[in-house]
């Protein structure tokens, strides 16, 4: 069974950074597509950024291109997403999930982390 656990969240003020980790179990971790997920309050889902372990390819929304980096570390099974130069509109709930392909449908999700960007 995949289990993706997302940590990392919290409240940091405008031009902060945080760190989001996915530790992710039940699968093998050596063929595999993370994306990253947001939900901010009354608004749709978004896809925020992606890392394909086929050839390392990453994607990045444009609304946090320059800001945010993807990275795994493969040895924890374990995927990052580092947030710098955070603004109050990255406030939501961001959410890892797994699939093979990064364009292809995610099927299995974390429970989510809060992150808070206060102005």
């Known amino acids: 069974e995949v289990q993706l656990v997302e940590s990392g969240g919290g409240l940091v003020q405008a031009g902060g950074s945080l760190r989001l980790s996915c530790a992710a179990s039940?699968?093998?971790?050596?063929?595999?597509?993370i994306g990253w997920f947001r939900q901010a309050p009354g608004k749709e889902r978004e896809g925020v950024s992606c890392?394909?372990?086929?050839?390392?390819?990453?994607y990045y929304a444009d609304s946090v291109k320059g800001r945010f980096t993807i990275s795994s570390d493969n040895a924890k099974n374990t995927v990052y997403l580092q947030m710098n130069s955070l603004k109050p509109e990255d406030t939501a709930v961001y959410y890892c999930a797994e699939s093979g392909d990064c364009a292809a449908d995610f099927g299995s999700w974390g429970q989510g982390t809060q992150v808070t960007v206060s102005s």
């Open positions: 890392i394909s372990s086929s050839d390392g390819s990453t």
């Open positions: 039940g699968f093998t971790f050596d063929d595999y597509a």
